[in-house]
């Protein structure tokens, strides 16, 4: 009984100690980008990258490898994020423009990933 | 399997598709991709704690790909199901040791085993580590759902008739 009692509470703990952690990692995805370097990723490989500051206005359409689906990816006035998406779920629609570091743009079905590139003289 | 048995495992896996179904039309609490507020988990956690593990395993099985037909995503499957076997494997290792009045401690723990999962799935199938960021505030908001959903599980333990562990209604 006290072994079970123990493990209880490790399993408590355990718990408890990952919610605060991921709580406290949170926070950094309300901090604001310092970066406008912006990289497209598809499949794990960059297929474009755009400076958000010297960027104009523009609809870019990423088809998805097997032609099933796309993302529509619109840039305006310096700022960037999915217009439209042929998949049900939308979440990428809803995340809005891309604003933070540790929060990239992800669609998860078309496997597309919109983000901040470090910048180091690219 | 009894047909009595049969039945009553379909009934749950009927339920947890009608939660799972609700759920998709509900507009979305928070746009990080993979959270969602798991009402079909409650079915889950009630039968980890009053089906044998297998039966739990096919009522979670029938669960996951028929709700990846229903939502029209099945290119969604994948990550689903890396999230539902991680967190039942937990949850199945985890109702040995505790009691009934911490039902809630199983799931908020299955949450997180969930996003863990997907979050896995996600980074192996794009071949990045990127989706890896959204794991702290997944674990957050699912851990915080999770509590609700295993709490709602819990009183159904509680009440859902004097049955045993074996599910014998009556």
Same mark, same amino acid.
């Given at each position: ?64 490898? =097997? ?5 529509? $990816? ?6 960037? &994020?999915?217009? #439209?998406? @042929?998949?049900?779920d ?10 933070? =570091? ?5 669609? $998860? ?6 983000? &901040?590139?470090? #910048?180091? @003289?690219? | ?19 799972f179904?609700?759920e998709l039309?509900l507009?979305n609490l928070l746009?990080v991709?993979g959270f969602k507020l798991g009402l079909a988990n ?38 689903s199901?890396?999230g ?27 949450a997180?085993?969930h996003n863990?999962?997907q ?19 997944l674990?957050?908001a699912g851990?915080?759902a999770?509590?609700?959903t ?21």
């Amino acid at each position: 009984m006290a072994a079970v009692k123990a493990k209880r509470m490790a399993v408590t703990a355990a718990a408890g100690a990952v919610f605060a952690v991921s709580l406290v990692l949170s926070v950094r995805f309300f901090r604001k980008s310092p970066h406008t370097l912006v990289e497209i990723v598809q499949d794990g490989t960059v297929i474009r990258t755009v400076d958000l500051s010297a960027a104009p206005d523009e609809t870019i359409r990423i088809e998805r490898r =097997d032609g099933q689906s796309y993302n529509l $990816v619109r840039i305006e006035n310096g700022e960037i &994020f999915v217009q #439209e998406a @042929g998949c049900p779920d939308q979440t990428c629609v809803h995340m809005g423009k891309l604003h933070s =570091d540790a929060l990239p743009i992800i669609c $998860v079905p078309n496997r597309l990933i919109i983000r &901040f590139a470090e #910048e180091d @003289g690219t | 399997m009894s047909t009595r048995r049969t039945v009553t495992l379909a009934v749950l896996t009927g339920l947890a598709l009608i939660l799972f179904v609700l759920e998709l039309r509900l507009p979305n609490l928070l746009p990080v991709p993979g959270f969602k507020l798991g009402l079909a988990n409650i079915v889950t956690v009630y039968a980890v704690f009053r089906f044998s593990p297998k039966e739990t395993a096919l009522i979670v099985t029938a669960r996951v790909l028929l709700g990846a037909m229903f939502s029209g995503n099945p290119s969604a499957l994948i990550y689903s199901a890396a999230g539902a076997f991680c967190c039942l494997a937990g949850m199945i290792a985890l109702r040995k040791i505790l009691p009934a009045e911490r039902i809630w401690l199983c799931s908020v723990i299955g949450a997180m085993l969930h996003n863990t999962g997907q979050t896995a799935a996600a980074c192996a199938v794009m071949r990045s580590a990127a989706p890896a960021v959204y794991l702290p505030v997944l674990l957050a908001a699912g851990m915080t759902a999770g509590l609700f959903t295993g709490l709602t599980a819990q009183f159904l333990v509680k009440r859902a008739g004097a049955g045993n562990r074996n599910g014998r209604f009556g």
